[in-house]
């Protein structure tokens, strides 16, 4: 991976974005300036032309290019981020004309994840979608692509590789599916043995920078690093929580989604974010205080439902009630909790939501086990948990977790 060597110091950067009224152009180009942002970057001017198209040679039209230029002079910038994926040869025409380095959204979120990127799987991941987005621009792109050197774009497996040709590309494209797989495999083995296990499951999904990490760490002291940044974490982190009716549950965080996530990073994370899809429940996690709470909301479920997890239960957890300023607007109920994760508050309320919302496999009960059933005893400890135990005089006194197999036996020593 190369060292960014600027990195102590903010690139300075403008941000450009053609508005064909296809998105959002103002929300997404605020939503770059975040990205942007995490990426080291010192946004100092953004430029949004209304047009009916994109121009195929410069994605945007000769005359506001010049204004561009104007402006990337006067404020010393020596980067363009487009808010849009950019061809090969518009990249080189558009660097032709600005004479500054221009690299695309696309890149920009690839960059982001190559500094996040941790795990052997999350760093194979990163790399096989930045091998898939270069191979289609390496003719169009000449020299520009095979720059090689520190700044925002320019980071990430695979960089030193830039000069290649397409059949070695290919190649590391197989290569990186084939490692792929087999961590696939492992995970699916995983998850399967859990399953038999029965061991419950809940993933924590939502958009970037709503506080999923904060809130794992905060049930489980996980350690998974917290910041006020756009994808903060990248790498899958499990850890159990104890759960009000005696059970416990396997709490994951997955990669945060923005809007128009990259094609080739949806396909390339898909493993991380299948943990969703194998999940007894999903807790969709959004910020209280965001003014776009709703449609981030949106891009989360539309995500879920093409990963096929329409039947999965699932709870929408308001998180950062301590900064909204209209937290009464939302109302709680068995699919709705209102937390904060920084301060700890609402968690026992979300607990129980995530007991209820779990399928049934076993129950806590109280129970007079006549001292001739012990071995009833022994079933009880061996598939589900006996929080106590005292003799009495007819038999064993126990509060216990019950396995959904065993209930109908128990019910015989209810007490």
């Known amino acids: 991976m190369f060292e960014n060597k600027t990195e102590d110091k903010p690139t300075k950067t403008v941000l450009a974005c053609v508005d064909t009224g296809e998105f959002d152009a103002e929300a997404s180009i605020c939503e770059l300036e975040e990205l942007a942002q995490t990426a080291n970057a010192e946004v100092v001017g953004k430029l949004i032309q209304k047009k009916t198209s994109y121009d195929p040679a410069t994605c945007m039209g000769a005359g506001r290019l010049e204004e561009l230029k104007e402006q990337l002079a006067a ?49 194979l991941q990163v790399e096989l979608a930045q091998q898939k987005y270069r191979l289609p621009r390496l003719t ?81 002291d996980a350690g998974v690093l917290a910041e006020d940044k756009l994808f903060a974490t990248l790498d899958v982190t499990s850890r159990a929580v104890a759960l009000p009716d005696g059970r416990s549950v396997l709490l994951t965080d997955t990669v945060g989604l923005i809007r128009r996530l990259p094609h080739n990073l949806v396909e390339a994370f898909k493993s991380t974010l299948e943990e969703a899809a194998s999940a007894d429940v999903i807790l969709n996690v959004q910020d209280l205080s965001s003014e ?78 006549p001292y001739d059933k012990t071995s009833f005893i022994n079933r009880i400890r061996a598939e589900g948990k006996v929080f106590s135990e005292e003799y009495a005089e007819n038999g064993t006194i126990l509060d216990a977790l019950v396995d959904i197999k065993l209930r109908k036996e128990a019910e015989e020593y209810k007490i």
């Open 292 to 369: 776009e709470r709703e449609q981030q909301a949106e891009v989360t479920m539309q995500l879920l439902s093409e990963l096929g997890c329409d039947d999965i239960p699932k709870i929408n957890v308001m998180n950062k009630s301590d900064a909204a300023l209209y937290p009464d607007t939302v109302f709680e109920d068995d699919h709705t909790v209102i937390i904060s994760a920084k301060h700890h508050s609402g968690f026992d309320r979300l607990l129980e939501c995530i007991a209820r919302n779990l399928p049934e496999t076993a129950v806590r009960m109280k129970l007079l086990v």
């Open 140 to 220: 169009g792109m000449g020299v520009s692509l095979s720059r090689l050197g520190g700044g925002i774009g320019t980071r990430g497996p695979g960089e030193t590789k830039l000069e290649t040709d397409k059949r070695h590309i290919r190649r590391r494209i197989t290569y990186l599916e084939t490692e792929l797989e087999e961590l696939k495999k492992h995970r699916t083995f995983s998850r399967s043995r859990r399953r038999k296990d029965g061991i419950l499951s809940a993933a924590i999904v939502g958009y970037t920078n709503v506080g999923k990490s904060t809130l794992l760490n905060a049930l489980t």
């Open 75 to 123: 404020l010393e910038a020596e980067l363009v981020i487009f808010d849009h994926e950019l061809s090969g040869v518009q990249v080189r025409n558009i660097e032709n004309i600005l004479d500054v380095r221009v690299i695309d959204r696309t890149t920009l979120i690839l960059d982001i994840f190559a500094q996040r990127a941790k795990t052997k799987e999350g760093k």
